[in-house]
């Protein structure tokens, strides 16, 4: 059964700093990787999305890499924002599971002013 | 255009009494599946739709969830004999399988509150 698991649960860091969130999954055999961010008390928002052919993506300030044979993906984060503050999930789709997507249980990220 | 959307946003019933959670795809996504999120837990899949027919429903926790979808478009996630244990965001996302980008899309979410 794929796990997947979000280091560190919760983070503060002052504004300005850049960040490395990270993500471990335990069945490599995945079709591709999602990184979300949550706002308190709404949905999900994508971020980024890395197909297991891709070995980072990159939007803005955000930049997400992926290593599948080891089961690992890290969400660097520069120049960081009070704006930025949220719970950012990741999530895989396995190649065997069909369309499902599996979450790891999120990190959450205050930037302070 | 418009994004996913889920009504209510919030449901408080009482504990036995049973509820339907309704989800509004994306105009044109075939797929929609429907998630849930706990206190303290993460983020569990429930079921899956690929146009009206659901090829995956494994999530479902007990014979008392059931989802259908009709015209390929709205879903109703019904929940029977609530349960205090049912209390959870209940979150619903649509995508176009097979589409380069394959992002599921999420809607707001229904807060289900037993008491």
């Known amino acids: 059964k794929q796990e997947v698991t979000q280091i560190p649960a919760a983070l503060s860091v002052p504004e300005g700093e850049n960040l490395v969130l990270n993500c471990s999954f335990t069945?490599?055999?995945?079709?591709?990787l999602q990184w979300f961010r949550q706002d308190p008390g709404k949905g999900l928002t994508s971020l980024l999305l890395?197909?297991?052919?891709?070995r980072e993506q990159t939007s803005g300030r955000l930049n997400a890499s992926l290593d599948k044979s080891s089961g690992r993906s890290t969400l660097y984060i520069a120049a960081s924002q009070p704006g930025d503050s949220a719970t950012y999930l990741c999530?895989?789709?396995?190649?065997?599971?069909?369309?499902?997507?599996?979450f790891g249980e999120g990190t959450q990220l205050t930037v302070n002013p | 255009g418009a994004g996913v959307s889920q009504s209510p946003s919030n449901k408080v019933t009482e504990k036995g009494k049973d509820v339907e959670l309704r989800c509004d795809p994306i105009?044109?996504?075939?797929?929609l599946y429907w998630y849930r999120q706990s206190l303290g837990q993460g983020l569990e899949f429930l079921i899956y739709?690929?146009?009206?027919?659901?090829?995956?429903k494994s999530g479902l926790p007990s014979d008392r969830f059931s989802a259908e979808r009709t015209g390929g478009s709205v879903s109703t996630l019904t929940i029977q004999r609530t349960q205090q244990e049912d209390s959870a965001v209940y979150l619903c996302?649509?995508?176009?399988?097979?589409?380069?980008?394959?992002?599921?899309?999420f809607g707001p979410g229904t807060r289900l509150t037993v008491l």
């Open positions: 996302a649509s995508s176009t399988p097979g589409h380069p980008t394959d992002t599921q899309y």
């Open positions: 069945d490599s055999a995945i079709y591709n």
């Open positions: 890395i197909q297991s052919s891709q």
């Open positions: 999530a895989v789709k396995e190649e065997t599971s069909g369309s499902r997507l599996t």
């Open positions: 105009s044109g996504h075939t797929a």
């Open positions: 739709f690929q146009g009206n027919s659901a090829p995956d």
